[in-house]
């Protein structure tokens, strides 16, 4: 069983910048390919970024360029920085850990408790 834990939400000014991080706890790490999605009020989770336990990585469209997905292995944590935030990233953020890579959240089987965050005009 692995126990994800975000943090880093909050609120910023549209324009600004955010790093969230995602720790897990009690698996094996490294062997988890890791997910990022977002759920806005009103709206259905949506896929953010993933990144492969080979470090390939993918991104929505909305996010390209704005958004970097990392990991370090050592700590058990992966890292989400959002920069160039909108309003239109408002929304809980979680991450997700499982065997395979997808843009789907069915295809990952731990998920944290997510992270509030809020972009301001």
């Known amino acids: 069983q692995v126990h994800l834990v975000e943090s880093g939400g909050g609120l910023v000014q549209a324009g600004g910048s955010l790093r969230l991080s995602c720790t897990a706890s009690?698996?094996?790490?490294?062997?988890?390919?890791m997910g990022w999605f977002r759920q806005a009020p009103g709206k259905e989770r949506e896929f953010v970024a993933a990144l492969t336990t080979g470090a390939n990585t993918d991104y929505a469209d909305s996010v390209k360029g704005r958004f970097t997905i990392s990991r370090d292995n050592v700590k058990n944590t992966v890292y989400l920085q959002m920069n160039s935030l909108k309003p239109e990233d408002t929304a809980v953020y979680f991450c997700?850990?499982?065997?395979?890579?997808?843009?789907?959240?069915?295809?990952?089987?731990?998920w944290g408790q997510g992270t509030q965050v809020t972009v301001s005009s």
């Open positions: 009690g698996g094996t790490f490294n062997m988890y390919h």
């Open positions: 997700a850990a499982g065997p395979w890579t997808s843009r789907a959240s069915s295809a990952y089987k731990y």
